[in-house]
């Protein structure tokens, strides 16, 4: 029988495994706790030797972790919530109040979901209202004040100093790979419907310098775009995750479109105690985490 009173799992060593696997490797992970390479290499072989199994593969070309890593990173994030959580309701306030929150729908699909269940379990007399919109809907709502707070995504060149950042990603003119395009007159573009900011940007430079777009396909679901550039239907402007191996980056004919960040951005009135907490907790854990991460 093992004798398991030898054997600990560390949390800062389980942190610090999880941050390799987010991060992609150690040298990363490490910029993202704040700690030195040789620290997280130091406690992830400190809880090797306690669990006297690898739990780093290190092949170059290879998987980065073994079996038994894979499979302690997944009991890792379980203990790290947990753990997390109890700190957090040892110091839980008796909260109260409602919150007015705008979604996009992607950010349905992410490590907030999880965030603002911990925050219903740790604070239950706070009201959550959350409404799921377009980015371009959310910011008028949150002009007309019909909203406390929502996060959405922005033009990099738009955040605005009280926003707060919490992922960047590039967006990109795509179409599938070898497919090739007018030499003249205007070129079909797969385009999301006229709630999207993407759509209002790309109409506007495409009446620019001769490079005309011709709207052939309109779909508000990212999903119905990235298949009609995988039909060969024409061009479109999609993020970074959107992009499949099939698609071709357009770097000519057409100018380069902005970056794309998600924000946490609120609405002008008196703060909200219950919100400031709320926001508070979105941010330390996409901290904790090294970023937010969104479900394709």
């Not at 269940?117 to 007399?125: K, N, S, T, Y």
């Not at 090739?180 to 790309?202: M, T, V």
Request: net charge negative; aromatic share 4%; charged share 25%.
């Amino acid at each position: 029988m093992t004798d398991l009173s030898s054997r600990r799992l560390d949390i800062d060593a389980l942190r610090a495994l999880r941050a390799i696997r987010q991060q992609g490797g150690v040298t990363r992970a490490a910029e993202m706790l704040g700690l030195t390479q040789s620290a997280v290499s130091h406690k992830v072989k400190r809880l090797e030797t306690s669990l006297d199994c690898d739990l780093l593969a290190l092949r170059p070309g290879g998987p980065l972790f073994t079996a038994a890593g894979d499979d302690l990173l997944d009991y890792a994030a379980r203990i790290l919530d947990l753990h997390d959580e109890a700190l957090l309701s040892l110091t839980k306030t008796d909260l109260s109040g409602r919150i007015q929150l705008g979604l996009t729908e992607d950010t349905t699909c992410s490590d907030l979901s999880r965030i603002l269940g911990r925050f219903h379990r740790l604070h239950p007399q706070v009201a959550v209202r959350t409404r799921v919109r377009m980015s371009i809907e959310l910011r008028a709502l949150l002009e007309r004040g019909e909203l406390d707070a929502a996060i959405l995504q922005v033009f990099a060149h738009e955040v605005r100093p009280t926003d707060v950042a919490l992922l960047r990603e590039g967006l990109h003119w795509v179409k599938l790979a070898g497919l090739a395009l007018p030499e003249r007159g205007p070129i079909p573009f797969l385009s999301f419907d006229d709630a999207c900011f993407y759509r209002h940007w790309a109409m506007d430079v495409g009446q620019d310098d001769g490079a005309l777009l011709e709207t052939v396909f309109e779909c508000a679901s990212a999903a119905g775009i990235v298949a009609g550039v995988l039909a060969g239907l024409g061009v479109a402007l999609l993020s970074d995750r959107h992009i499949r191996p099939d698609m071709e980056v357009i770097d000519t004919r057409l100018p380069p479109p902005p970056g794309l960040v998600y924000v946490v951005r609120r609405a002008r009135r008196a703060r909200n105690p219950a919100l400031d907490c709320l926001v508070a907790g979105i941010v330390a854990e996409v901290s904790r985490q090294g970023g937010l991460s969104l479900v394709v």
